[in-house]
């Protein structure tokens, strides 16, 4: 069944300190990937996404994420975090034909940072 | 571009009544997507429209319905309501243009409490 598994529950890190937030995929076919972060009481907010133009995807915030075919991964990476990146963010796979637009989450991964 | 509008943001009902949520998409794009979200069950995909016909469906009893007008506006109404129904539902919405896969893009959601 195409998937996608977010490795960890939560991540802490310290503010000026690099994040990674893990995603794996599973799927049958070269799959579009998403990431999104959810703030408190807030919808999500799309910070990048995979649709097989490169493999290496740049998103808002400093935020970047690399597809890893051989690894099935699509992990989300940034530099250095900052306080206002404490949130919750979820992998999404885009499932289904071209046209539609149904996307699988993942459990989310919360994103703890502290000072 | 305003973003996606939900209306109401918050709504307490009690069991065995009714609920109907709104949600305006994007101006100009065509798709609406519904989406629950709970601790337990996280993200999950309620149905998609397209010009004013379901399009994608997901596995939720028939309690939860919807319909999407000329505007492209969508509303979802659950009839009967059950503690379990209570949620935070997502509406997203994205150009569809039938031949990619298109971003979807998130409003804030409406938090719906039963009791």
């Known amino acids: 069944a195409q998937s996608v598994t977010q490795l960890d529950s939560h991540v802490s890190v310290s503010e000026g300190t690099p994040v990674l937030l893990r995603c794996n995929y599973s799927?049958?076919?070269?799959?579009?990937l998403f990431w999104y972060v959810q703030h408190p009481n807030k919808g999500l907010q799309l910070l990048l996404k995979?649709?097989?133009?490169?493999?290496l995807v740049k998103g808002i915030n400093g935020f970047e994420a690399e597809f890893k075919k051989s690894e099935t991964s699509f992990h989300l990476t940034k530099p250095s975090a900052h306080m206002s990146d404490a949130a919750e963010y979820f992998c999404?796979?885009?499932?289904?034909?071209?046209?539609?637009?149904?996307?699988?989450f993942g459990t989310g991964t919360r994103l703890l940072v502290s000072p | 571009k305003a973003g996606v509008t939900q209306t109401p943001r918050y709504l307490i009902k009690t069991r065995g009544q009714q609920v109907t949520l709104s949600c305006s998409p994007i101006?100009?794009?065509?798709?609406v997507s519904w989406y629950q979200q709970t601790p337990g069950q996280g993200l999950q995909f309620l149905f998609e429209?397209?010009?004013?016909?379901?399009?994608n469906k997901g596995n939720f009893p028939g309690r939860f319905s919807g319909r999407q007008f000329s505007n492209s506006r969508s509303e979802m109404n659950v009839s009967t309501l059950e503690l379990g129904d209570s949620a935070l539902y997502l509406c997203?919405?994205?150009?569809?243009?039938?031949?990619?896969?298109?971003?979807?893009?998130f409003g804030p959601g409406t938090r719906l409490t039963v009791l």
């Open positions: 997203a919405s994205s150009p569809s243009t039938s031949t990619s896969t298109d971003t979807q893009y």
């Open positions: 999404a796979f885009h499932r289904g034909n071209t046209g539609f637009q149904k996307l699988v």
């Open positions: 995979y649709t097989s133009a490169a493999t």
């Open positions: 799927s049958s076919y070269s799959p579009s």
């Open positions: 101006s100009g794009h065509r798709s």
């Open positions: 429209y397209f010009s004013e016909t379901q399009r």
